[in-house]
C-alpha cells in the first residue's frame, strides 16, 4: 500500500477530510491523494499557492512572515495551515512551501529544502525537510511530495485517532 492510499484509507474509515495548500510542489500532493480511488470522500478542497501573493490572498499569511521570514520558512507553512484549515473548514490541513531548484536557493535556504505542515485537532506540525541537491527539480518535487504525505499519515496516527 503506498502511503498516500494508507492516508486515504485513515481519512475514510474515521470520516476525515483533508485538504492541501502546495507551493513548492506544485499540486503534486494533491495529484497523489486524487490518483486513490474514492478519494472524493475525503479530499476537501486544494489550492496551488505559488506566489506569495497567494498565499496571502487565499491562505491569509501575512506581509509580515513573508518579507521577514520568507515564503520558505517554517513561519510561513505554519501560516499555511492555519489559514488553509480556516479557508476550507477541513480536518486536516495539508502545506508544502520549499524550493525545488534548479535555480534559486542561498546558503541558508538552499534548493532542496522544504517546510511541510500539517494542522490537525488544531495543532499544526512543521517539518524541516532537505532533499540532495543534485536531483533534478521533478524528482526533489516527488520526494517532497512523499515527505508531505509521510507526515500527514505520522500526525494522524500519533494522535490516535478515536
Known amino acids: 500500500m503506498t502511503p498516500e492510499e494508507e ?10 477530510t483533508i485538504a492541501t495548500a502546495e507551493s ?5 500532493v494533491s495529484s497523489k491523494l486524487t490518483d486513490v480511488s474514492g478519494s472524493s ?8 499557492t505559488y506566489a506569495n501573493e497567494a498565499k496571502n490572498k487565499i491562505l ?34 495539508l502545506c508544502t ?7 534559486g536557493g542561498t546558503k541558508n535556504k538552499p534548493i532542496g529544502l522544504m517546510f511541510t505542515s500539517v494542522k490537525y485537532k488544531g ?3 512543521v517539518k524541516k525537510v532537505l532533499i540532495p541537491q543534485n536531483l533534478d527539480r521533478v524528482k ?9 504525505i509521510k507526515l500527514a499519515l505520522s500526525v494522524l496516527k500519533d494522535n490516535r485517532i478515536a
Open 123 to 125: 495543532i499544526v506540525t
Open 97 to 103: 512551501t520549499g524550493i525545488a531548484g534548479p535555480t
Open 60 to 93: 491569509g499569511v501575512s506581509w509580515n512572515i513573508l518579507n521577514n521570514y520568507g515564503a520558505v520558512s517554517e513561519q510561513c507553512a505554519k501560516a499555511m495551515a492555519d489559514g488553509l484549515q480556516n479557508a476550507t473548514d477541513c480536518d486536516v490541513a
Open 140 to 148: 526533489i518535487k516527488e520526494a517532497f511530495a512523499q515527505e508531505a
Open 7 to 16: 492516508l486515504g484509507q485513515l481519512l475514510k474509515e474515521k470520516n476525515l
Open 41 to 48: 470522500d475525503y479530499v476537501k478542497l486544494n489550492f496551488v
Open 24 to 28: 513548492c510542489t506544485g499540486g503534486l
